[in-house]
């Protein structure tokens, strides 16, 4: 995948995909983790998360590269494997040129915030929007 254009070349758009982002109810808040890691030969970093606001705002942006989601049961989806499953974890890489470590913190420490948003980006809504629920909602519901 050589861009976020194709958006996982699953026939799924962004807006499918960040539909499906949900936080994974069998980890604790200290077990749901966000990385950045990179090698100085390298012109991009490696970035996973299982923040679900996080999540959604990578999926929006523009350079980010899609390499796999993870679904509620730990396994790492490729795009021919992705049906549509609930999305508790995304891995892509962005260009290192994106990245930037401020002078003074933020007024929110919200991991989110990591990644800008701007308002009228693209059709889909602010990814602060949608709740940070868990997909233990679902699950429970696929119970009955």
Same mark, same amino acid.
């Given at each position: 995948? !050589?861009?976020?254009?194709?958006?996982?070349?699953?026939?799924?758009?962004?807006?499918?995909?960040?539909?499906?982002?949900?936080?994974?109810?069998?980890?604790?808040?200290?077990?749901?983790?966000?990385?950045?890691?990179?090698?100085?030969?390298?012109?991009?970093?490696?970035?996973?998360?299982?923040?679900?606001?996080?999540?959604?705002?990578?999926?929006?942006?523009?350079?980010?590269?899609?390499?796999?989601?993870?679904?509620?049961?730990?396994?790492?989806?490729?795009?021919?494997?992705?049906?549509?499953?609930?999305?508790?974890?995304?891995?892509?890489?962005?260009?290192?040129?994106?990245?930037?470590?401020?002078?003074?913190?933020?007024?929110?420490?919200?991991?989110?915030?990591?990644?800008?948003?701007?308002?009228?980006?693209?059709?889909?809504?602010?990814? *602060?929007?949608? *709740?940070?629920?868990?997909? !233990?909602? *679902?699950?429970?519901?696929?119970?009955?």
């Amino acid at each position: 995948m !050589s861009s976020n254009n194709g958006r996982f070349n699953t026939g799924f758009g962004i807006n499918q995909l960040v539909n499906q982002v949900r936080e994974d109810p069998n980890l604790t808040p200290e077990e749901k983790e966000y990385t950045f890691t990179g090698l100085k030969s390298e012109n991009e970093v490696q970035v996973y998360s299982e923040v679900a606001g996080l999540m959604r705002r990578l999926l929006n942006h523009p350079e980010f590269d899609l390499q796999d989601v993870r679904d509620p049961n730990g396994n790492r989806l490729q795009p021919n494997e992705y049906k549509g499953e609930t999305i508790t974890g995304v891995r892509g890489r962005l260009p290192v040129g994106t990245l930037k470590v401020r002078e003074s913190s933020r007024s929110t420490s919200n991991p989110a915030a990591i990644i800008t948003w701007k308002s009228g980006q693209n059709e889909t809504s602010n990814p *602060e929007d949608i *709740e940070d629920h868990d997909a !233990s909602e *679902e699950l429970e519901a696929d119970d009955d």
